[in-house]
């Protein structure tokens, strides 16, 4: 899952796609066009983008199993983000896999794919810090809803075989970009 901006800002497209997970080929994807919920808040991002993405999760044929969200789940000031959001309001096991950190401090990862080390935020742990490639830039998976961060970790290391992003994101983000290209 994905979304999207277009360059003034008021129009954004939410993306979706279903890869089967042993060939991470797309089976199924939506896409919704249209206006943010409201303007841009700290912190309420995932209000912004709910609706939209709600809306492209209605249009597909196909139920995934897991959301994968570009964004946080409990690794968030509120303890609450994007993932965690769609994965109460769909049922649906979620997880969240940022490409920065909107909280908390961890030791360095080792530079091997599949490395990881635990990130805390007061104390407590609220995600992983997670090398996707030798050498590349780790993301940021927490946990969204149904998920221990054990299976999201594996998770996103199945979906991510190739690139420093799962390739559920990957395919979303071309989609959101498209859509948007063909509105403007």
């Given at each position: 899952m994905?979304?999207?901006?277009g360059?003034?800002?008021?129009l954004?497209?939410a993306?979706?796609?279903?890869?089967?997970?042993?060939?991470?080929a797309?089976v199924?994807?939506?896409v919704?066009?249209g206006?943010?919920a409201?303007?841009?808040?700290?912190?309420l991002?995932?209000?912004?983008?709910?609706?939209?993405?709600?809306?492209?999760?209605?249009?597909?044929?196909t139920?995934?199993?897991?959301?994968?969200?570009?964004g946080?789940?409990?690794?968030?000031?509120r303890?609450?983000g994007?993932?965690?959001?769609?994965?109460?309001?769909?049922?649906l096991?979620?997880?969240g896999v940022g490409?920065?950190p909107?909280?908390?401090?961890?030791d360095?990862v080792?530079?091997r794919?599949?490395?990881w080390?635990?990130?805390w935020?007061?104390?407590?742990?609220v995600g992983r810090?997670?090398?996707?490639?030798?050498?590349?830039k780790?993301?940021?998976?927490?946990?969204?809803?149904?998920?221990?961060?054990d299976?999201?970790?594996?998770q996103?290391l199945?979906?991510?075989p190739?690139?420093?992003?799962?390739e559920?994101?990957?395919?979303?983000?071309?989609?959101c970009?498209?859509a948007l290209a063909?509105?403007?």
């Amino acid at each position: 899952m994905d979304v999207a901006y277009g360059t003034s800002g008021d129009l954004l497209a939410a993306a979706v796609t279903v890869l089967d997970v042993r060939t991470l080929a797309v089976v199924d994807s939506a896409v919704s066009v249209g206006r943010p919920a409201f303007g841009y808040v700290p912190g309420l991002f995932a209000f912004r983008e709910l609706p939209a993405l709600l809306a492209a999760l209605d249009r597909l044929t196909t139920r995934p199993d897991l959301l994968v969200c570009d964004g946080h789940g409990l690794a968030h000031p509120r303890r609450f983000g994007l993932a965690c959001h769609l994965g109460v309001v769909t049922g649906l096991p979620s997880i969240g896999v940022g490409k920065t950190p909107l909280v908390g401090e961890w030791d360095p990862v080792q530079w091997r794919r599949g490395s990881w080390s635990p990130l805390w935020d007061g104390g407590d742990v609220v995600g992983r810090v997670v090398r996707t490639r030798d050498g590349v830039k780790p993301v940021f998976v927490s946990v969204g809803h149904r998920m221990s961060l054990d299976n999201a970790t594996a998770q996103v290391l199945a979906l991510a075989p190739r690139y420093r992003l799962p390739e559920t994101t990957r395919t979303a983000d071309r989609l959101c970009r498209e859509a948007l290209a063909g509105a403007g």
